[in-house]
C-alpha cells in the first residue's frame, strides 16, 4: 500500500509527499523476492536509494545507498529491527489487508503489568510453518516432555489451528490461551529480531526465545526465557517441566515490563527514526 506503510507514515510526519515511479527523489526498496531487480532502474544519479529488510538479508549486499535493517549501525545502516514494524506507531485504524496490520498499540506495551492472576488454560504454542532452524529439533523434545500445541503447520497437532501468517488478529487471540510460546527465530544472525517475541509479549504468552542477543537489549531479559541462558536444550526443557504449573513462577515474568524500565529504547521511536531519514534524503 503506497500511502499506508511505516515509511510514508513517518516522513508525512515532516513532509508533503508526491508518489512518482518514474523519477522519484527516494526511492524505498525492500527483499527482492521474483529477483527482478526493478531497483536498478533507479540508479540514474538522481534517486536516492533506500533499502529495508526484515528478513536476513546483509544489506551490504544490495546495490542501495543506505539501508535500515537488523544490523548494527554504521555510516550506510540504521538498526531497525522487524519487530518495530508490528507496532501502531501512527495510530491507524484497523486494515486486515495491511501487512503487518498494526495490531499492537504502542500504549499497550507500556500499562503496568503487576497481575494477581492470568488465566491460560494450555502449556504452550508453536506457531510455524516451514521447518528452519533450532525449532526443527526443540519442539519435539519439549513435546516429549509436556504436551506442546502446534497450531501452524509444522508439527500440526491440535484442533486449534491458526490461519494464514504474520500479524492477524487470531493468531495474537490464540497465543493468548497458553502460559508459553515458543517464539524461535528462523536462523540466528547477529541483530536479527522479528515479531515473535512481540506477539508474545503482547499477548501475555510468554515468550520461550532462540535468537540474537540483541533480543535482550531490544526487551527486557527478566520478561522472557532464553535459551542461550541455558547449558543445552534439555537444561531448558526441565525448567519448564520443572516449573510450569507454579503461578507464581508465571507471574513472575508476566509482571515483568516488555522493555527495560518499562521505556521504548530511544532507538525505535519514531521519531528519532525521521530524524536519521531527513539526513539521508535532505
Same mark, same amino acid.
Request: proline share 6%; no cysteine; glycine share 2%.
Given at each position: 500500500m503506497p500511502k499506508d506503510n511505516y515509511f510514508y507514515n513517518l516522513l508525512s510526519n515532516k513532509y508533503e509527499l508526491v508518489l512518482d515511479s518514474k523519477k522519484p527523489d527516494i526511492l524505498f526498496h525492500s527483499a527482492d523476492y521474483s529477483n527482478n531487480r526493478n531497483h536498478l532502474k533507479y540508479n540514474n544519479g538522481y534517486t536516492k536509494k533506500i533499502f529495508f529488510t526484515g528478513e536476513d538479508i546483509d544489506p551490504t549486499c544490495v546495490d542501495?545507498?543506505? +539501508?535500515?535493517?537488523?544490523?548494527?549501525?554504521?555510516?550506510?545502516?540504521?538498526?531497525? @529491527?522487524? =519487530?518495530?514494524?508490528?507496532?501502531? =506507531?501512527f495510530e491507524k485504524k484497523y486494515n486486515k489487508n495491511r501487512d503487518p496490520a498494526y495490531l499492537i498499540p504502542k500504549d499497550s506495551l507500556l500499562? +503496568?503489568?503487576?497481575?494477581?492472576?492470568?488465566y491460560a488454560p494450555f502449556f504452550c504454542s508453536f506457531i510455524a510453518s516451514k @521447518?528452519?532452524?533450532?525449532?526443527?529439533?526443540?519442539?519435539?523434545?519439549?513435546?516429549d516432555k509436556i504436551r506442546v500445541h502446534n497450531l501452524g503447520r509444522l508439527y500440526a497437532n491440535s484442533y486449534i489451528t491458526s490461519p494464514g501468517r504474520g500479524d492477524q488478529r487470531a493468531k495474537l487471540n490464540l497465543m493468548r490461551l497458553f502460559k508459553f510460546n515458543i517464539a524461535f527465530e528462523n536462523s540466528v544472525s547477529d541483530g536479527y529480531?522479528?515479531?515473535?517475541?512481540?506477539?508474545?509479549?503482547?499477548?501475555?504468552?510468554? @515468550?520461550i526465545y532462540w535468537g540474537a542477543s540483541q533480543a535482550q537489549r531490544d526487551f527486557n531479559p527478566n520478561s522472557f526465557i532464553n535459551l542461550g541462558d541455558f547449558k543445552d536444550d534439555d537444561s531448558l526443557i526441565d525448567y519448564l517441566h520443572n516449573n510450569y504449573t507454579d503461578k507464581t513462577f508465571r507471574l513472575n515474568y508476566l509482571n515483568e515490563p516488555v522493555f527495560k524500565n518499562n521505556q521504548i529504547p530511544d532507538f525505535v521511536k519514531p521519531e528519532n527514526v525521521l530524524s536519521v531519514l531527513s539526513e539521508i534524503i535532505e
Open positions: 542501495t545507498h543506505f +539501508s535500515f535493517s537488523f544490523k548494527e549501525n554504521s555510516a550506510n545502516n540504521y538498526r531497525l @529491527p522487524l =519487530w518495530t514494524q508490528y507496532i501502531n =506507531w500499562k +503496568s503489568r503487576k497481575l494477581i492472576k492470568s @521447518p528452519m532452524g533450532k525449532r526443527v529439533d526443540f519442539v519435539p523434545k519439549l513435546n529480531v522479528t515479531e515473535k517475541i512481540l506477539h508474545s509479549l503482547f499477548s501475555n504468552s510468554i @515468550p
